[in-house]
């Protein structure tokens, strides 16, 4: 059997492909299990600045793998470490130092909206749609998508989407926040991963600190939001790839940062 997830580099992009087309790329406890170990071991590579998520074939992923929920309907045990493990890892890719760009065609459904949604940035394919269809079937969102849906799109807006199961077009999409570019479905993979070696020039330590600015400054007030940003200013400046990209501004030279 062919592993569920295929992972590779290009340049300093590490690669997490969905690889069970013929399943369309359903998320498995292993297909969970594989995105964490890639992620960790780019996390670790510190020539790795970035991660794209892609899938293989026509759909970018219609959700979790049913046949094994059902499967384990009957062993609570099971059933709590597949919820727990799936939200647990998406959680980690949300609060990844590394940037976290996904690229979606075709189907985007359920489980694999929550895998999009915990990713940073999203390139979405002309034909690519988008929905909730945790209702459809009498289920709910089992690793972060009613909160995340909520806090991008509002509460009016996601629980439309929710309670609907219906499907959004990938321009509808973009205007609710969901996705970042929509592009040609010709290009999808290829504007996604240049996005990603254009991430790969800047300062790893800066970018992950603007990451981890945005997420925790979220549910703080605005005077704590200030100081928060205030604090990670003061600490960043006297590094290494701040004194580089001066020099490089000075100099009129593109910077080459090192972390």
């Known amino acids: 059997m062919s592993d ?4 590779t580099t290009e340049g300093n992009v590490g690669i997490i492909e969905l690889a069970r087309p013929e399943k369309f790329n359903c998320l498995s406890l292993q297909v969970h299990e594989c995105i964490a170990a890639a992620r960790e071991r780019f996390e670790a590579d510190w020539d790795i600045r970035s991660i794209l998520i892609r899938a293989q074939g026509k759909h970018f992923c219609t959700g979790a793998d049913l046949t094994e929920v059902k499967g ?3 062993d609570p045990a099971a059933l709590d470490h597949f919820i727990a493990f799936g939200m647990n890892n998406l ?3 949300e609060t990844s130092s590394l940037p976290v760009v996904v ?8 489980g694999g909206i929550e895998l999009m949604l915990a990713c940073d940035v999203c390139f979405g394919a002309e034909t690519a ?13 089992g690793w972060g998508g009613s909160q995340r849906l ?13 309670f609907s199961a219906r499907w959004l077009k990938a321009d509808e999409a973009r205007e609710a926040g969901l996705v970042n570019y929509v592009v040609p479905d010709a290009d999808l993979h290829q504007a996604a ?12 330590p800066g ?3 603007m990451k981890r600015l945005a997420r925790e400054g979220t549910d703080l007030g605005i005077d704590q939001q200030m100081r928060l940003e205030r604090d990670a200013a003061v600490r960043a400046l006297p590094g290494d790839d701040v004194a580089e990209g001066l020099d490089a501004f000075e100099n009129r030279r593109t910077p080459a940062f090192k972390g």
């Not at 991963?193 to 790893?204: G, M």
């Open 193 to 204: 991963l240049e996005y990603c070696q254009k991430i790969a020039t800047r300062s790893r």
């Open 207 to 209: 970018i992950a600190e």
């Open 72 to 74: 384990k309907l009957n």
């Open 129 to 141: 749609q988008f929905g909730d269809q945790h209702a459809q079937f009498g289920l709910i969102p």
């Open 103 to 110: 690229a979606v065609q075709g189907l985007c459904l359920a």
């Open 4 to 7: 569920p997830v295929a992972v």
């Open 91 to 93: 959680r980690a890719l």
């Open 150 to 162: 909520t806090r991008l799109m509002g509460q009016r807006w996601a629980l439309d989407l929710m």
